[in-house]
């Protein structure tokens, strides 16, 4: 049977991967800055992740969410701890990003009754039905996805998003705290501040999508806590499982739950908890947000002085190269020639740095090196 062709695919096939490396079935050694879009957190194959997904594979993967599962809870406590989060949001396990958003949207819906999402150009919040109608890329939205009430505003136009909230309509505000697929365009503290406050006083949720932002990726555990907001839904997936299939939306307490409003088969499994809880330890063992912080300061450091760099976008270890030129060719070179993985954006002159967490000061200067000959 044929694969559905919908992927333009590198022609590298990894057998094999450690911390920040992959290796290709040639036995070629790659340098990981990529992370398969910003997936891989801890690095691949970490020995704890490996021993506690192995463990739990040995005594229970799977069952539904019909029975006590306690690994539920120790996830929950343990990313409460870390992000800060354990005294105002409640967790909701489901398995992908786009998931986490659909139901980011369905809970701020049901909340306050009202259907008129706000998002913003440039967005990308994945590919169900009302996560990819708040996606501002009209090719991905098919027919039947078109008709979900959305309306796409200019990033850090306050007056705009206040005119349209006064219609009454509006259920909800989604927007990526660092936009990662459009290019690492960030809201100001002072926008999203202001947006914070007049959703709050027009009980319209305001959800900060981190699903690639957080888990530690900009140096603080969720990107959005740069800036001094509090999101009433923060939907999360990438590095939640550090490759493992498991997402999950932060919903502030004031939401009630009841049972039923949401649901999934395979979220919050036993396999996919173990995986989180992994991730989690491993963060705090290795206190992961301060090599973030560390790295980002050393990056920008040497990539400062490099020619054809208009500028270095985004925050932590979500990082954007932008060219004078576009960065098609030179990503083919660094990924054929220098055996490097990195990424691109829809803005075509953007190359896409999204190593993992523990990515070290060695592997940077390979990859700077490597720009040194190209750039
Ligand atoms: N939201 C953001 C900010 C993303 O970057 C992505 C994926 O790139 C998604 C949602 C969708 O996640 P998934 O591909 O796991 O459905």
């Known amino acids: 049977m044929k694969l559905f062709d919908v992927y333009p695919l590198y022609n590298v096939t990894p057998v094999k991967a450690e911390g920040a490396y992959v290796w290709d079935k040639e036995g070629d050694k790659y340098l990981d800055l990529y992370g398969g879009h910003g997936v891989i957190s801890i690095g691949h194959t970490h020995p704890h992740y490996k021993a506690t997904l192995e463990n739990q594979l040995s005594k229970i993967a799977f069952y539904s969410n019909a029975i006590q599962n306690p690994l539920q809870q120790e996830l929950a406590d343990k990313l409460g701890e870390l992000s800060g989060c354990a005294d105002t949001h409640e ?99 002072e926008f999203l501040q202001a947006v914070r406050k007049i959703t709050k006083e027009n009980n319209v949720c305001l959800i900060l999508d981190e699903v690639q932002s957080g888990y530690g990726r900009s140096g603080k555990f969720f990107a959005h806590q740069h800036h001094g907001v509090q999101a009433d839904i923060i939907p999360m997936a990438k590095g939640m499982g550090n490759g493992f299939p498991i997402g999950g939306v932060l919903i ?97 002159n953007l190359l896409r740095i999204l190593p993992p967490l523990n990515v070290t000061k060695t592997d940077i200067d390979v990859f700077i090196k490597a720009l040194k000959e190209l750039l």
Not at 123 to 130: D, E, V
Not at 293 to 314: R, S
């Open 91 to 189: 967790l909701f396990l489901c398995s992908t990003g786009a998931e986490a958003n659909e139901n980011a949207i369905k809970v701020a819906s049901f909340y306050n009754k009202k259907s008129r999402v706000i998002a913003f150009k440039n967005g990308f919040h994945g590919r169900t039905s009302a996560a990819v109608s708040v996606t501002d890329n009209p090719k991905i939205i098919a027919p039947v996805n078109a008709h979900n009430p959305v309306t796409i505003l200019p990033l850090n136009d306050v007056e705009l998003v206040k005119s349209e909230i006064a219609k009454g309509d509006v259920t909800a505000v989604i927007v990526e705290p660092i936009q990662g697929v459009g290019g690492l365009d960030q809201p100001t503290t």
């Open 252 to 348: 502030a307490k004031h939401i009630e739950s009841w049972y039923g409003m949401l649901g999934t088969t395979f979220g919050g499994s036993h396999l996919a908890c173990a995986a989180g809880i992994a991730v989690l330890d491993v963060m705090k063992q290795e206190n992961l947000m301060q090599n973030v912080q560390e790295i980002n300061t050393y990056f920008k450091e040497q990539v400062a002085d490099l020619p054809n760099v208009k500028q270095i976008k985004g925050q932590g270890l979500m990082l954007g190269l932008e060219l004078t030129y576009e960065v098609a060719e030179l990503r083919k070179k660094l990924i054929y020639d220098y055996k490097i993985f990195t990424g691109g954006a829809s803005n075509k």
